[in-house]
């Protein structure tokens, strides 16, 4: 996988569908998890985030889901948009500081 | 108010020359984060800062690599003796708390080319 250097793993969608972005998580432990939007050369963009006390978490045309059980979040775009294309990357906290970033999904919208 | 700004936007080093990388946290944050990301990867966590403390610098390479946050000024993190590994993308993030139970802001990044 990406931790490895190989290229990220690309969705392509056509503008107007909705986009869904899968993460899987390593700790079990982790109580908060953000996920980041990243455009070319700029930082990390907070999207939306949620509690390990939560399944689910809606904010404008973004949700994110949890799945404990499994160690799995994901994000549902709704009505992507072209300005939706970007590397999308999940985190996990691990500590009240350090956070654990997912290696990435690149978002491509179709016009 | 200002987000986070870190400079240089890029800068270009030559093997065996040094980097300093800059980051003024925004006003009124004193904890400064600084994450390292090689090219197709996620963030990996370097070091903590306080003013003039180091918290946890667990992410941090144990030779070349240094990082300071003093009372007045911006924090640095100093690279010695580039080498072509050391190229990435160094992103720099603030809090005015420890950053319990949210996330924070990064800034745009510096990104390091040694040639």
């Known amino acids: 996988g990406e931790s490895v250097g190989l290229h990220l793993p690309t969705l392509s969608v056509q503008e107007g569908d909705n986009s869904i972005i899968n993460c899987a998580y390593s700790n079990s432990a982790s109580d908060y998890f953000i996920w980041y939007k990243q455009e070319s050369g700029k930082g990390p963009q907070f999207i939306i985030d949620?509690?390990?006390?939560?399944d689910k978490r809606q904010g404008q045309r973004v949700t994110v889901l949890l799945n404990k059980t499994v160690k799995h979040l994901s994000l549902q775009i709704a009505a992507t948009q072209p300005g939706d294309s970007a590397v999308y990357f999940c985190a996990e906290k691990i500590s009240s500081y350090k956070l654990i970033f997912g290696s990435g999904t690149r978002l491509l919208v179709r016009p | 108010n200002a987000g986070v700004m870190q400079n240089p936007r890029h800068l270009v080093r030559r093997r065996g020359q040094e980097a300093r990388l800059r980051c003024s946290p925004m006003?009124?944050?004193?904890?400064v984060y600084w994450y390292r990301q090689l090219p197709e990867e996620g963030l990996k966590f370097m070091v903590y800062l306080q003013k003039e403390n180091i918290i946890d610098e667990s992410g941090m390479p144990k030779e070349r690599f240094s990082a300071e946050f003093p009372k007045e000024g911006p924090s640095i993190l100093r690279i010695q003796q580039v080498v072509r590994g050391d190229s990435a993308a160094y992103f720099c993030?603030?809090?005015?708390?420890?950053?319990?139970?949210?996330?924070?802001?990064f800034g745009s990044g510096t990104r390091l080319t040694v040639v």
């Open positions: 949620i509690r390990s006390n939560m």
């Open positions: 993030a603030s809090s005015p708390r420890p950053a319990r139970g949210y996330g924070y802001t």
């Open positions: 006003k009124g944050h004193s904890h």
